[in-house]
């Protein structure tokens, strides 16, 4: 089975862009969540989709905004981008919403660097 | 707020000696734990998981710990080998909620030698 693939892997942006990157999850997966990695901060939780809905989000900016489609793929999208937004972004799948996290599976990110 | 906390961003150890991981919590609602480990250019990989209601979880070199009064957990690995050395999150979550939504530390980088 192809594990979740996200694209680009690597993205430069200048501030004031946006971007969209792409996750798609495991074959049969319904569930997508979306988590921030900076140094020193972990892994932050951005939000979480479900057969096309928003299930849950954490707390950062509304220029954070994500989407699920039909087929349980799903991008995010950061508007006016900073340069604190520089970070790598992981996609994670899971067969459904709110399983055992170790049916939980991480793909290997999107590094996106603001200039 | 960080709910979760690693105060050790690195850990060193020789091969064959035991690696001890550590992570604190404040939120008394989190009801299961997990550790995921991480390479670098790739995706963190579940590695063992706790139940609040269990105080210890065995996987082969892997144990997990869990004090609920204390609202800390550790990682024991024994014995450590240098395929161990990665990025090291602690995560948790209240399962109750229903949600996929994990709350990480901030990771803990182990490094064993040979």
């Known amino acids: 089975k192809a594990g979740v693939t996200q694209t680009p892997r690597y993205l430069i942006k200048t501030r004031g862009q946006q971007v969209t990157l792409s996750c798609s999850p495991i074959?049969?997966?319904?569930?997508v969540s979306w988590y921030q990695q900076t140094p020193g901060q972990g892994l932050q939780f951005l939000f979480e989709?479900?057969?096309?809905?928003?299930?849950n989000k954490g707390n950062f900016p509304g220029r954070f905004s994500g989407r699920q489609f039909s087929n349980s793929r799903s991008e995010m999208n950061v508007s006016t981008l900073e340069l604190g937004d520089s970070a790598l972004y992981l996609c994670?799948?899971?067969?459904?919403?709110?399983?055992?996290?170790?049916?939980?599976?991480f793909g290997p990110g999107t590094r996106l660097t603001v200039l | 707020d960080q709910q979760v906390k690693q105060n050790s961003p690195s850990l060193s150890v020789q091969e064959g000696r035991i690696s001890i991981l550590n992570c604190d919590y404040t939120?008394?609602?989190?009801?299961?734990f997990l550790w995921y480990k991480k390479y670098p250019a790739e995706g963190p990989t579940f590695l063992i998981s706790i139940s609040s209601i269990k105080d210890k979880n065995e996987d082969g070199r892997f144990t997990v710990f869990l004090n609920k009064s204390a609202k800390h957990l550790s990682l024991h690995i024994v014995p450590s080998q240098p395929g161990d050395s990665a990025v090291y999150f602690c995560?948790?979550?209240?399962?109750?909620?229903?949600?996929?939504?994990?709350?990480f530390g901030q990771g803990t980088t182990l490094q064993v030698k040979p």
């Open positions: 995560a948790a979550s209240a399962r109750s909620s229903n949600t996929g939504k994990l709350i």
């Open positions: 989709y479900f057969s096309e809905t928003q299930r």
């Open positions: 994670a799948s899971s067969p459904a919403a709110g399983v055992f996290h170790n049916e939980q599976f």
């Open positions: 939120n008394s609602m989190f009801d299961y």
């Open positions: 074959s049969g997966h319904r569930s």
